[in-house]
C-alpha cells in the first residue's frame, strides 16, 4: 500500500489599526491510497481490484478582532472547508482485469448497462465452496464524494468589576454528497440449491453450466445528498469571588 500525505498552511496576518486585527489562514491536504484498500467491499482473500483512493482538502478562514474598549473585544470568524473523495482502478491494466468485454464476458446481458459505464464484471457468491473467493467490486463504485462545511462564529467578551463575561454563537451548515451503495454490475448467486433441478451439487460447476439461484440488479445509480445545520450558542463568566477563589461556570446550547 502507497500512502502519501501532504499539507500546506498559509496564514497572513494583518493590523487594521491599533484595536482591529485581522487574519485570512488557507489550507490544503491530499493524502492518497494506491493498492488493496480496506475501503469498499473488496474481497480480503485475493487482491480483485487495486485501487487509487485520492482525498483532497481545502480550506479558508478568516478572523476579524474588534477591541471596542478596554473592557470590551468582539471577534468575527468564518470560514469553509471542502474535501474531495475519489475512488477508481489504480491503473488500466487493473481495470481491464475486471471489465466483462476484456474476459470473456461481452455477451453477458446487464438490465441496466448505463448504470455500469466501466462495463464492471458482476457480483458472484459460490456458496458452499470453503474459503471460495468470490467477485465483490465496492458497491460504491467508482466512488465519488464532496463534502462543503461552512462555520460562522462571533463571540463577544466583556469585562465588568470582577467578571469576565464571554457570550457566543456559532453556525456550521454542511453538505455531503456522495456516490451509495447499489448493485450497479449485477449480482450472481451460483450456490447449492437442492430445490433446484439443474443444481450439480457444487458451485464452480453451477458457475460453468450457467445455473445460479437468484439474479439482482439496480435500476439506478444511487447518491446520497446529505444537508445538515449544527447551531450552538453559550454564556460563560470567569468571576474572582476574592484574591484566593475563582469561578468558572457557564452553559452551551446546541441544536443539530
Not at 465519488?144 to 464571554?166: E, Q, Y
Not at 456522495?178 to 458451485?203: E, I, K, Q, T
Not at 445528498?225 to 484574591?243: I, M, S, Y
Request: hydrophobic share 35%.
Amino acid at each position: 500500500m502507497n500512502s502519501p500525505r501532504r499539507v500546506e498552511v498559509l496564514r497572513i496576518d494583518y493590523v487594521v489599526t491599533p484595536t482591529t486585527t485581522f487574519y485570512v489562514r488557507g489550507i490544503t491536504s491530499r493524502e492518497l491510497y494506491e493498492g488493496m484498500s480496506t475501503h469498499g467491499s473488496n474481497p480480503n482473500n485475493w487482491p480483485q481490484m487495486p485501487l487509487r483512493y485520492d482525498l483532497l482538502g481545502r480550506g479558508l478562514v478568516a478572523n476579524l478582532t474588534k477591541v471596542i474598549s478596554a473592557r470590551t473585544v468582539v471577534e468575527f470568524t468564518a470560514g469553509v472547508n471542502r474535501g474531495l473523495q475519489d475512488r477508481w482502478p489504480l491503473n488500466a491494466t487493473v481495470l481491464a482485469a475486471n471489465q466483462r468485454s476484456k474476459v470473456g464476458l461481452q455477451s453477458l446481458g446487464q438490465l441496466h448497462p448505463e448504470i455500469n459505464p466501466m462495463d464492471i464484471v458482476p457480483q458472484c457468491t459460490f456458496g458452499g465452496v470453503p474459503n471460495a473467493v468470490n467477485l465483490a467490486t465496492d458497491a460504491k463504485f467508482p466512488f465519488v464524494g464532496r463534502n462543503n462545511i461552512w462555520n460562522f462564529t462571533n463571540n463577544f467578551s466583556h469585562v465588568r468589576g470582577s467578571h469576565a463575561l464571554k457570550i457566543g454563537i456559532y453556525f456550521e451548515p454542511t453538505s455531503r454528497d456522495a456516490r451509495r451503495d447499489s448493485a450497479f454490475n449485477g449480482n450472481f448467486d451460483f450456490g447449492r440449491n437442492v430445490n433446484n433441478p439443474l443444481d450439480s451439487n457444487w458451485a464452480w460447476a453451477n458457475t460453468v453450466l450457467g445455473n445460479f439461484n437468484s439474479y439482482s440488479e439496480s435500476d439506478a445509480a444511487t447518491f446520497g445528498w446529505g444537508r445538515f445545520k449544527n447551531l450552538e450558542w453559550f454564556l460563560q463568566d470567569n468571576w474572582k469571588v476574592t484574591r484566593r477563589l475563582t469561578l468558572d461556570y457557564g452553559i452551551r446550547f446546541y441544536w443539530t
